[in-house]
Structure formats: C-alpha cells, structure tokens
C-alpha cells in the first residue's frame, strides 16, 4: 500500500485547505521566523555567545568537527566499516555531512537514498514505526529537532529600565542632597520625612512600573509561545500524521508542497517540478530545481515555491548546515505601533510645556526669595542678605530645583504610551482566546481603521467540508449517487475510477479491524476519492499497485489544472487530467458516450456547458476529470477525451451572515474573490449575504477577473469600490483589486493561503493568514494569523482594533485631566503663596494611581457593542492629537518620518481628531471643577474644614491632606466616567469587570492606607469622618460635572466618538 501524501493545492484558485482530522491542531502548522541571510549568517558564527543553550547532552554537529567539514568543500572520503556498534548503520558526523559541500558525493557512497533508508530503519513508502521507544533511540543517537532559546529578560532587568527615568533621578538626587546638607549643618529634624517621603515614593513608582512591565513582558512571551507552536505533517507507520515540529526526528519522511518550508536538512525522497527557493538558508537569491539525480539536498529553512515532494531527514536541530536558531531570535520585540509613536508626541508637548512652566516658577521663586520677599511660616523673611548661610542658600535652591522637578512630574503624561501597551497585551491574549494569533501589533490598530476586507470564500466564508452531490457522466446526470454505478458502464466507472487514484495527492488509508477507510488530502481531493471509494467501489491501492506515475504537472491557480502522465500494467501510457470544469472542457475534442469515445460536437458543448452552469447556479464547485493517451513528450493538454464532471458542495459557515452584516452595520465592504466560476461565486455570495439581490445594489457588483485585468487602471479604480464578487479570480488579479482600492483611499484588509498569495498580503494593509489553510510563507509574510480559519474571527478583530483605539482616547482624557489639574493648582498656590498644597511624595503618589492602576482598570474594559455600529475610523487623523504639538515638536520631526518608514500612518488613524469635541468638551468641564473647587479649599479651606482653633502648621497640613484627599477621588470618578465617555450610562456592565472593580477598590484601600497610615512620609494628617465624606463628595460631584456636556451641548451627543 502507498503511503499517504500531503495534501494539495485546490482545483480552483486559492486553493483549498489540507485538512486531517485532527485539523483543530493544525493551527500553528507552518509558522516560520522569517530570517535574513545577514541574520543568519551572523548567528551561525557566533550564536553560541548570544544564547543560553538549554541541553548539552545531545549530540550536536560540534561533536564531530563540523567546522571543519564546512571549511573543506571537498569531496569527503568516508570508509564505511563492515560494523556499527548500534542499532542505526550510520554515524552521526556522516548524516551531518550530507548537509554539508561535497555531500552528494557522501551521498552516492551509501547509494543514494535507497541504500540511505534501510540504515535509518526508514520504509520509504510507510515511514518510521514511530513508537515512543523509537522516537527516543532517535533522539537520543541523532538528536532532537530543538534550537537553544534566547535568554529571557528577567525582573531586575525590567528595575533597572525603570530607575532610569530622568525625573525619578533629580528627585531622589536633590532629596539625598537637601538631607545630606541638613545632615551637615545639624538641622536635622523632623523635616527629614518629607525628603525621606520622595526616596519611598520614587522607589514605589519604580517597583510598580516594573512589575507592570515586567507582567507584560510575560503576556507578549506567551504569545511568542504560541507562535512557536507549530505542526507539521510526517509519514509514520504508513499514515499521515501531524507532529510538532520539534518532535521531527532524523528517519522522517516528510511530504511537501508549494508554500512548506523545509524543517530539517533532508534528501529528496520523489519529487515533481520541486522548485526550492534558498535565498534564506545558502545568502544568495536563487530558486533551485531539485531532483534526485543530480541535487537531491535540502537545507533547513529553505522555502517550496513550486511542485510536490517528499524528503527523507537526515539532521535535525543544532546538527542543521546552518544550526537555524528559530528560537534565537524573539518574535516580539517591543517596537512601537503608530498610536504609541503620536502618543509619544504629547508626551513631549507637554514635557515640554512643563520644562517652561517649572523654569518661569524656579525663576521667579529663587528671584522673589533672594529679593527678600519670600516669608516664613513666623512672618520673618526666608532670606536675610547678612545672616542667611551658604548652607542655608543651598538648601533653599535645592527647594526650588525640587518645586521645579515637582510641576515636570504633575505635568508629563508618561502613562500614554504605557496604555496602549496594557491595551495591546489585554488584546492579544483576548484574541488569542478568539482564536486569533497577533504577528504585528501595528496590525491590531490598523484593523480598527479597515474599510474593505477583500476575503478569500474556501474555508472562510464556508466550511470547507466538501462533498459530491451532482454528476454528469456518459451523458448520464444524477443527484442519487448511490445508484450511478448500476447506470454506468464498466469501463467508463474504470477510466473515472483509474483517474480519480492516480490523478491526486491525496490518499486512502485503511485501518485495520475497521470497515471506513481514512481518506487524506485536501477537501476537494477528499470529496473527490469518498465519491470514487463509496459510489463507484474505487480500490484505491489496487489501482495505484497496478501503475506507475513517470511525469506529473502540478496544480496552481493560474492553470487551474493538474496532470499526470502514468503507465499501466499492459503498458499503456494514459494522461490523466483534472481541474476546473469549464478549463478541462475547453481541451476536450471528445467525450465518453457510455462505452464509446464520441466526438465533441457543438450541440454537445453546449449541453455540458449548461450542466456546468446549472451546478453552479446551485452553488456547486464544478471539477471535471478527461484523459487520452500518451506518446512521448511533455503531457498533452489538448485534444482530451472527457469523462465526467462533478459538482462538490461546500456549505456556508453558521452565522456568516450575520457576520456580513456586522460588517456591513460598520461600513466595512466585504469583497469575496475565489476562484469558482462567477455563477458559482454569486450563488454563494447569495447565501452568505454578500450580495442581497436588492435594486439598490450598485452595477458590477459581480465581475469575472479576467474582464477587471483586462480595464484600464482609471476603468479599474472606478468600478473597484463596486465589486462585492470576483470570479475565476487569481492571485494577480487579486493584487490588481487590492491596487485598486488602495489608491482610492480605502484601508484594505486581505486573506491569504497559498504561495502565490504572498505579494497581495505585502500590498495590503493587513494582511491576514489563515492558520489551517494558509502555508508557511503566507503565514511568514502576515500581519495577523486566523488560527480557524473563520470569518467571525475577523470580525472580532475588526472590533478590538476599534477597541484599541477607543479606549487610547479614554486614557488619554482621564491623563489629561489629572496633569491639567495637577499643573494649574500647583502654579497657582505656588506663585500665591510660595509653596504647594501637594508635595512631591502625594504627587508622585497620584501618578502611581494614574499611571499604573488607572491604565490597569481602564485596559480591562471588553469591546463595546456599538463599536460595530458606526463608520471606520477613517485614516492620517492620528498625528492631529493635539493642535500645538505639531508647532512643539517640530525638531522631532525627522523622528517621527523615521518611524512612519516602518509604520505607515495612513493604515491605521483618523482624519478627524483624535481628541474630539467632546473629549474637548469633558475636558475643560473636569479640569474647571477640580480646580475651582480645589483652590477654593486651598485659600478658604480654614473657614470651610473649621481649622480656626488648630496651630497655622496642623491647619495647613489637615487642609492640604483635604485637597490631596479630593484629588485622588476626583480621579477615581472620573476614573468610572471615562469607562464609556458617551451619554450612555456609566455604571452599565461595571459589576461584570471584576478587574476594574477590583483596581478602583484597590485605589481606594491604599488611599486610606497612606491617609491614616504613612502620613509622616506623605505629610498628611489623619481625617475625621467629615472631611472623609467632604472628599467623597467632591470626587462624585466631578462625575455629575463630567456628564453636563451632553445636557448643555445637544450637538454633541450625535457626534461618532467614544
């Protein structure tokens, strides 16, 4: 019995989707780390200095001086002895050496791959045993398929980045330096606290921002994980069967196909028209024609462009020619998105703005003091021109440095980009769980931005669980299967039968004590030999035993067509063709009448043509098998004798129109493009929902490819935004759509499985891969990866990508207020009245509780349903954050060009604003309140807390704790009102967030522990119930002031915002 063979492209363009049963497995097959040559090159030399290898006891190709097998491109003598002291009949250092220049010469000693098998214990039909005790030997003789992983960044990695900040170091330095002075001149009191109080709160920022980063870190190498977690098939035991690519063991005999990517250095098995591209793995740009005469070797990494084969392994892991460290090189590397990059752009306006504020403050301070006019709390001045000491002149610039540092940390957002971070892990692992793999981060914001997806219909739009349920044959057209055999003659039910077997890449296999066969391939293929198998009695081995297949054209989805040239038992030489109905019929002269061969008049065209085009009409993949005999050559592709055309059903997916139509409620245009007959195409487009049959439809929603390349770029860019359906389409005419639209503004997001799908994935703006269809370069070259090939799938995308984006704009209103509030009620008072309500520990303080527990609660909120039932956020509005940033970072940018190189901007942002006029409108109400009500406490709190009878310095320090008091739960409400920042009701959906519950009661337990607790490190005073429930009700009425927007200004509440 011949082995089972690895699936095949499909009859029509696209292709279909290989599929076992265990298919749910076969998400991560193929995912490949891309790897330059300069990269590999680089790790081949010197990866042993970068790495931290994880076992040393396996065999590896440093065991038998494989450097110096490499630095002689010799032939390499090797004497083969009459014994080997083990089970395996070869040695480590000679498989290696196969790999390695010279090794076809090593090759041909050992007679080439037959006489190479038998010392693997390998059948080169059926594979290894591959029992656990002989994947062990293996493992343990060879070594294992596994690359040493980079090592990880640890915590204190992630606590050393964070103590870098420049602010956090001023502040600690001029505290140690205030201390050190008080130290020197013995003034040391109890006002050591208040330096003691910015080192403890400095030193909570740092552990906090590193255990946020440091969590994150850990998010993204799960992620990285999942990458890692690929699947290829292997020939064991007889049958096909999906390993981990890391359990490939030397022995294997692996079958590939166009798009695969070699796992292990191996020797070609069989091959036909195998096109290797080795522009990775050998530093050159080449594509090379591998047979197994004359180059049979195959180097790890190296990618199939074109034709079928299969492979016997002969090194694996760190033994591999280039020892490819795929796990070397980490799949994350914390680049920015292009949200990070313009949030980073506020960050300086308003570092900037800061660093003016706190300079103007700092001069006008140290000029008032040194003037005289600065007074102490007893009325005396601060400085007396005869009687202030140096120390004492220090000690009052080190204040003022420290007043100064203090306006930079109240004013600088630093948290922004933070956010989008937190979003961006909170959002992948969600994904994930949607069975959706993140490659690209920048895709998950551009997603947000998409208005057309151009999608591929096998396996996404449908099922792909193919059946045949229609047949023409002899003139003889049935439904009911079950009795076409009766009906049809013998030899026609043998030419059909012989052309089902020998024509295809799929297989049958037959347990035993089992009545059903397994059959293998992809859906079409499987379709194809359960109807040859179950209705015609098709003896799958028997006629495979009986012929020998000498010349095979493969299938892609330009010809639409395969072909094999086979000879038979009597020596009859037959061609037998397969593909596309009305493709194989357009070749046929001829036709089986029964027994006979009748010729192809135009009556009968005509007839078939119809049968053809009422499949389709049905929804039904039509294929169609001929044949004719062979005389020497290449394989004839005229003048075919047909046999039988076949319609193959494939159901839509459960709930793909009500996906549609999410899509359609967003404004993002479905376009499908497939490579069935326009017909076919429509009728499925039909039940889907793509097409509604409605007169309101626009003209050309369904257009044939071939009629769309054959335009004009002006005719295609006009009729493009049109087209819903593209029929009989291809790769290229796929590229030419997406051309199309993209120049017409849209942000276009594409499918991709085969090969060929490759340049239109790299032209889209998101490129999405389909993970159990889609092969190792397209799953390479993506963005996004569909781990179950679904549509709805894509839809989610779609809504946390909006998701992303929305919720940077809650964060950046909710940072925003806190820094607008903070900087203008500390400028004030500080210029009132020389000092600040809230020092430098409180401010640091709150933005802990801003910074890191705010983008916490406000991440954690899931995708809100009317985010699907609005227009996509149009694209270039992004960088339009703020009206002066523009003017502030005009230095920077050179910066921002450089970065918009490797992040287009116009895939991903809007054109209008990102903050909105109702952010606007929210903002300046929040920031009005806090600071009204704030400096009104400030300058009358005596009055208002009755602080009349307390000492000036126990009033002053219960008043201030008020303020800092209010000022946090203004922030926790507000907190709460930027969850939805739409007229919505806030609290709707806030008990099913545990985590955002759970961080706001978290802000509040720690605010009462540093209230009643830590006030001698924060300065505050202990509160009674009354000045409790007074900051309470401050910070609630903050959040009625936050919803008057919408009462007063009714515009606002049709505006398409958050």
């Known amino acids: 019995m011949k082995s089972p063979q690895r699936s095949s492209d499909d009859l029509e363009a696209g292709g279909d989707i290989p599929k076992s049963r265990n298919h749910s497995r076969r998400r991560g097959r193929g995912i490949f780390v891309a790897v330059d040559a300069s ?43 009459a014994s080997y002291p083990d089970e395996f009949g070869i040695r480590l250092e ?138 290829i098939e292997v020939t064991r035991n007889g049958r096909l069967v999906e390993v981990p690519i890391y359990d490939v063991v030397v022995g294997d005999i692996i079958p590939l196909k166009s798009g695969d990517q070699v796992p292990a250095d191996g020797v070609l098995v069989s091959g036909y028209s195998l096109q290797i591209g080795e522009y990775e ?192 044959a002899g003139r003889v057209r049935t439904h009911n299967l079950d009795t076409m055999a009766a009906e049809l003659s013998p030899l026609l039910i043998s030419l059909i039968t012989e052309g089902i077997a020998l024509n295809t890449n799929g297989s049958v296999y037959h347990p035993e004590g089992q009545s059903e066969p397994e059959v293998f391939g992809s859906a079409t293929e499987r379709a194809i030999l359960n109807f040859g198998v179950k209705q015609l009695g098709m003896n799958f081995d028997e006629i495979k035993s009986k012929s020998t297949i000498f010349r095979v054209s493969p299938f892609n989805s330009r010809r639409k067509r395969r072909g094999v040239a086979v000879q038979l038992h009597d020596s009859q030489v037959r061609v037998h063709w397969k593909g596309a109905a009305k493709t194989i019929l357009a070749s046929c002269q001829w036709y089986m009448d029964k027994d006979n061969i009748a010729a192809m008049d135009q009556e009968k065209r005509f007839y078939f043509e119809k049968t053809i085009d009422e499949m389709s009409k049905e929804g039904l993949r039509c294929a169609a098998l001929a044949y004719r005999k062979f005389t020497d050559g290449d394989i004839p592709e005229s003048n075919l004798v047909l046999l039988a055309i076949i319609g193959i059903k494939d159901s839509c997916r459960p709930g793909i129109s009500r996906a549609i139509q999410q899509c359609r409620n967003a404004g993002v245009k479905v376009c499908m493009v497939t490579g069935d007959d326009l017909l076919t195409a429509k009728a499925i487009a039909m039940q889907c929902g793509i097409l509604r049959g409605t007169l309101d439809e626009p003209a050309n929603t369904a257009i044939l490819a071939s009629e769309f390349a054959s335009m004009s ?46 340049p239109s994935l790299r032209q889209a703006n998101i490129s999405l891969a389909m993970g159990i269809g889609g092969t190792a370069i397209v799953k390479e070259c993506s963005d996004i990866i569909i781990l179950e090939d679904n549509f709805t799938s894509i839809v989610k995308v779609i809504q946390w990508g909006r998701f992303l984006y929305t919720n940077a704009q809650r ?30 520990a409180q401010l640091l303080w709150i933005n802990l509780l801003t910074f890191t527990f705010g983008a916490w609660a406000l991440a954690s909120e899931p995708p809100m349903d009317n985010l699907m039932r609005r227009p996509p956020v149009r694209k270039g509005g992004a960088k339009r954050i703020t009206w002066f940033c523009s003017y502030l970072c005009e230095f920077l940018k050179w910066m921002e060009r450089k970065k918009s ?158």
């Open 94 to 231: 000679e498989l290696v050496s196969i790999s390695c220049d010279g090794g076809l010469s090593v090759l041909k000693r050992f007679d080439g791959v037959s006489g190479l098998s038998p010392l693997l214990h390998t059948d080169l039909d059926k594979g290894i045993c591959g029992t656990h005790e002989d994947i062990r030997r293996r493992r343990n003789k060879f070594g294992s398929n596994e690359y040493p992983l980079k090592k990880e960044r640890n915590f204190w990695m992630f606590l050393g980045e964070a103590s870098r900040s420049f602010t956090l170091i001023v502040l600690v330095l001029a505290a140690l330096a205030s201390l050190l002075l008080q130290i020197k001149t013995k003034t040391i009191s109890h006002e050591w606290y208040d330096e003691a109080g910015i080192i403890v709160a400095v030193i909570l920022v740092i552990f906090v921002t590193a255990i946020s980063n440091y969590n994150q870190s850990l998010q993204f190498e799960k992620l990285n994980d999942e990458k890692r977690n690929i699947c």
């Open 281 to 472: 793995t050998m530093g050159t740009n080449r594509t090379v024609h591998k047979d197994t005469d004359i180059d049979p070797i195959l180097i790890s990494g190296s990618k199939v462009e074109d034709g079928i084969g299969r492979m016997l392994v002969t090194s694996v892991g760190m033994n591999t020619q280039w020892r490819m460290p795929m796990a070397c090189i980490p799949l994350y590397t914390g680049e920015e998105t292009p949200l990070q990059v313009h949030l980073n752009r506020v960050v300086i306006a308003f570092g900037l703005i800061s660093i003016s504020v706190a300079l103007v403050v700092f001069l006008i301070e140290s000029c008032l003091c040194f003037m005289g006019r600065t007074k102490n709390t007893d009325g005396s001045p601060m400085f007396d021109a005869g009687k202030t000491t140096l120390d004492e002149k220090i000690d009052m610039v080190i204040k003022f440095i420290i007043l100064g540092v203090t306006i930079i940390v109240v004013a600088v957002p630093e948290g922004l980009p933070l956010a989008v971070t937190l979003n961006i892990a909170y959002m992948t692992r969600k994904l994930l769980g949607e069975k959706v793999l993140v490659q690209k981060l920048s895709a998950c914001e551009a997603m947000g931005s998409a208005t057309t997806i151009v999608c591929h219909k096998t396996g996404i739009l449908t099922l792909n669980q193919m059946e045949v349920v229609d047949v023409c």
């Open 811 to 840: 964060f950046l209103q909710f940072r925003l207020t806190v820094n607008a509030s903070a900087l203008i009620i500390c400028v004030v008072v500080a210029v009132h009245s020389h000092e600040i309500p809230l020092n430098v």
């Open 713 to 758: 770029e002006a005719d295609r860019e006009e009729i493009a935004e049109n087209i819903v359906v593209m029929g009989r389409s291809s790769p290229d005419e796929n590229l030419l759509l997406l051309e199309a639209l993209k120049k017409k503004g849209h942000v276009v997001a594409a499918t991709g499985k085969g090969i060929r799908d490759a």
């Open 901 to 1058: 190189k490797k992040f287009p901007i116009s895939r991903s942002r809007t054109k209008e604003p990102f903050i909105t006029k109702l952010m606007w409108a929210k903002f300046v109400a929040q920031v009005s309140f806090q600071v009204s009500a704030l400096l009104y406490l400030n300058f009358r709190g005596e009055s208002i807390l009755k602080l009349e009878n307390k000492s000036l310095d126990q009033a002053n320090k219960v008043k201030n704790t008020v303020i800092f008091n209010c000022f946090v739960f203004c922030q926790v409400f507000n907190e709460v009102e930027c969850r939805t920042s739409y007229q919505g009701n806030t609290f709707s959906g806030i008990l099913k967030n545990h985590l955002f519950l759970g961080t706001i009661l978290l802000n509040v337990i720690l605010q009462i522990i540093v209230i009643e607790c830590l006030g001698i490190f924060f300065y505050t005073a202990r509160l009674n119930l009354k000045q409790w429930l007074i900051s309470i009700g401050i910070g609630f009425f903050s959040q009625v002031i936050g919803r008057f927007p919408f009462q007063a200004f009714p515009y606002l509440r049709n505006e398409d915002h958050i």
């Open 39 to 81: 990269i590999r090159f680089k790790s081949a030399m010197g990866c042993e200095k970068e790495i931290e290898l994880g076992s040393h006891d396996q065999p590896t190709a440093k065991d038998v001086k494989l450097s110096q097998l490499e630095e002689q491109p010799v032939q390499v003598e090797i004497e083969l002895p």
